[in-house]
């Protein structure tokens, strides 16, 4: 396939149309970018050619206008020294420098002309390229959002295995194994302020029973009879 049957697919494309047809449109697109840049660097060659041309051309054209003076300066110093017959032969000579110098300046206006056609290809190219090239940037993060979001789903759905749930349902009933032992170890000890309060209860009913004892002494030794 020529560069310009290339260039005229690549820019007549639908690059969103071929995409949603495409099985794999990932590899489709780096396929597409990868024909583009090939095609570009053969336009850009195409075009470094002809300047390259264009500028010979200049330079010949300086060289025959030069050539077309000497031979006008010529014919004019031979009329003024009356010799026309000199002066017709440099006229000739002149003639033919000036007609090869139509001829190249034809030849180097189609050079300007396809230059210029070269480089508005050119820009219609990188216009395309860029696009396929954003186009790209998109799919590769709508890829990597696809995966994430997989790896995600995947991830759920092995925590709502029942599988997991077991072992979390096995954690939880350690867990409470744990608490229930912890209570049975503290069941009836008292804290060290309980039995502070209790011991001062029991001092309490203590120095009561003591006091109750004293009483009813105290009251006997009253009623006892006086001696005679």
């Given amino acids: 396939m020529g560069i ?18 495409a ?33 010979k051309i200049k330079r010949q054209l300086d060289g ?7 031979w006008e300066e010529k014919a004019e110093l031979a009329v003024n020294k009356g010799r026309d017959d000199l002066a017709r032969e440099a006229l000739v000579e002149k003639r033919k420098f000036f007609r090869r110098m139509e001829t190249l ?11 210029e056609q070269y480089q508005d290809d050119i820009r219609q190219l990188e216009e395309k390229l860029k696009s396929a090239r954003d186009k790209q940037r998109m799919l590769v993060q709508r890829h990597i959002h696809a995966r994430k979001k997989m790896q995600a789903q995947e991830e759920l759905r092995r925590i709502d295995s029942s599988e997991t749930v077991m072992k979390f349902d096995e954690i939880e009933n350690r867990i409470e194994r744990m608490e229930a032992e912890a209570d ?10 309980e039995e502070e309060l209790e011991r001062l209860s029991v001092d309490e009913e203590i120095e009561n029973e003591l006091r109750a004892l004293k009483t009813p002494s105290a009251g006997k030794k009253d009623k006892s009879p006086p001696a005679r």
């Avoid at 597409?32 to 850009?44: A, C, H, N, P």
């Avoid at 049975?184 to 302020?193: A, C, M, Q």
């Fill in 184 to 193: 049975l170890v503290n069941y009836g000890r008292k804290t060290s302020l």
């Fill in 4 to 21: 310009f049957t290339r260039f005229r697919d690549i820019i007549s494309s639908n690059i969103n149309a071929m995409l949603d047809k």
């Fill in 105 to 115: 300046e034809g030849d180097l206006a189609e050079h300007d002309l396809l230059i």
């Fill in 23 to 55: 099985e794999y449109p990932e590899k489709l697109i780096r396929l597409m970018i990868r024909e583009m840049e090939d095609t570009l660097v053969e336009i850009k060659s195409a075009c470094a050619g002809v300047m390259a041309g264009g500028k």
């Fill in 64 to 70: 025959l206008e030069t050539r077309t003076q000497y």
